[in-house]
Nanobody
Framework: QVELVESGGGLVQPGGFLRLSCAVS????????LSWYRQAPGKQRELVAI???????NYEDSVRGRFAISRDNVNNRFYLQMNSLNPEDTAVYYC???????????WGQGTEVIVSS
């Protein structure tokens, strides 16, 4: 049974930073494509950052240069460092894992990020 548990969300002022963490059990982060999505109120879920085979990384345009996705193979976690946050980053953030062997996809429960003064 693969399980993803996010943590690190919360309320932050504009210009602040947060680091989201996704703890994975039942699958290895080193053999999967890892990504972070977000869903703002009234909007569709969107891909924010992804790290795939060969550690290739890509970001959604509005977060490039401010957010950084990373992977910790030892502790079987991955992260989203979010800097220079602005109110438009307010959303529920979800971590996602897709295994390379079975191509099955798994989601975390979501963690809320609110950027407000």
């Amino acid at each position: 049974q693969v399980e993803l548990v996010e943590s690190g969300g919360g309320l932050v002022q504009p210009g602040g930073f947060l680091r989201l963490s996704c703890a994975v059990s039942g699958s290895g982060v080193s053999v999967a494509t890892l990504s972070w999505y977000r869903q703002a109120p009234g909007k569709q879920r969107e891909l924010v950052a992804i790290i795939g085979a060969g550690s290739r990384i890509n970001y959604e345009d509005s977060v490039r240069g401010r957010f950084a996705i990373s992977r910790d193979n030892v502790n079987n976690r991955f992260y989203l460092q979010m800097n220079s946050l602005n109110p438009e980053d307010t959303a529920v953030y979800y971590c996602n894992l897709k295994t390379w062997d079975t191509n099955r996809e798994y989601w975390g429960q979501g963690t809320e990020v609110i950027v407000s003064s």
